[in-house]
């Protein structure tokens, strides 16, 4: 399995407070994502990030900010965390030496968040 | 990249035999990729096809893509137990990230 791990792996907390979910990798990949699964969704790419400090938006990154200061660290933000965020957060890694050999993306195991 | 519609939603066969999931897209890409979920657990990559191919084999698994009909096929062949999951097509991936449809979740029966 690659080397992803993701904390907490689950975590409650209530609308209106910050929240910060941790994915860590050991594989020295250059891309790091952050999507969400809900029911009836699928995943939805919420932001990603293409080397430490270069970030930008998925289709979903409306109340999420990301930061990525080291290669094996990419945190994902919720300000002020509200109901509709509730979800499981998947963080993935890449690499890729040019968009036409793109290769696979390996998954972390999740992160189960419920906003009260 | 864009994402794919899996068909059917559902699907449930009894162990032994071979399972077809079908993915849809609309616009031309590079490449097709399938993923596998376990419940609970995160998304396993299973195969890349790229667009110059027609056909790949990964053990039981059998990748077709057709870019005129714009559409792929997976096929899980001998089907187990473990087998059991949601499968997942995406698009033309880019660097920037996949999209995934709502996936074929397929059940093996014993």
């Known amino acids: 399995d690659a080397g992803i791990t993701q904390s907490p792996r689950h975590k409650v907390t209530e609308t209106g407070t910050p929240v910060t979910l941790r994915c860590h990798q050991t594989?020295?990949?250059?891309?790091m994502y952050w999507y969400r699964q809900d029911p009836g969704h699928g995943l939805r790419l919420i932001h990603y990030?293409?080397?430490?400090?270069?970030?930008d938006k998925g289709e979903v990154s409306d109340g999420y900010s990301v930061s990525r200061s080291k290669t094996e660290d990419f945190l994902l933000t919720l300000e002020s965390a509200t109901s509709s965020q509730t979800s499981v957060y998947f963080c993935?890694?890449?690499?890729?030496?040019?968009?036409?050999?793109?290769?696979?993306?390996?998954f972390g195991p999740g992160t189960r968040l419920t906003v009260l | 990249s864009q994402q794919g519609e899996e068909d059917p939603q559902a699907l449930s066969i009894q162990e032994g035999e071979n399972a077809t999931m079908n993915c849809s897209y609309k616009?031309?890409?590079?490449?097709l990729q399938w993923y596998r979920q376990n419940s609970g657990r995160g998304l396993v990559h299973l195969i890349l096809?790229?667009?110059?191919?027609r056909e790949k084999h990964s053990g039981r698994l059998r990748v077709t893509l057709d870019t005129s009909k714009k559409s792929s096929s997976l096929l899980i062949t001998a089907s187990r137990a473990a087998d059991t999951a949601s499968y997942f097509c995406?698009?033309?991936?880019?660097?920037?990230?996949?999209?995934f449809g709502k996936g074929t979740h397929l059940i093996i029966q014993p």
């Open positions: 990030s293409y080397g430490v400090k270069d970030t």
């Open positions: 995406a698009p033309g991936g880019g660097a920037d990230g996949l999209t």
């Open positions: 993935a890694i890449s690499e890729s030496l040019r968009r036409e050999l793109y290769n696979e993306q390996f």
């Open positions: 616009t031309s890409i590079n490449n």
């Open positions: 096809i790229r667009s110059n191919e």
């Open positions: 594989e020295n990949h250059r891309y």
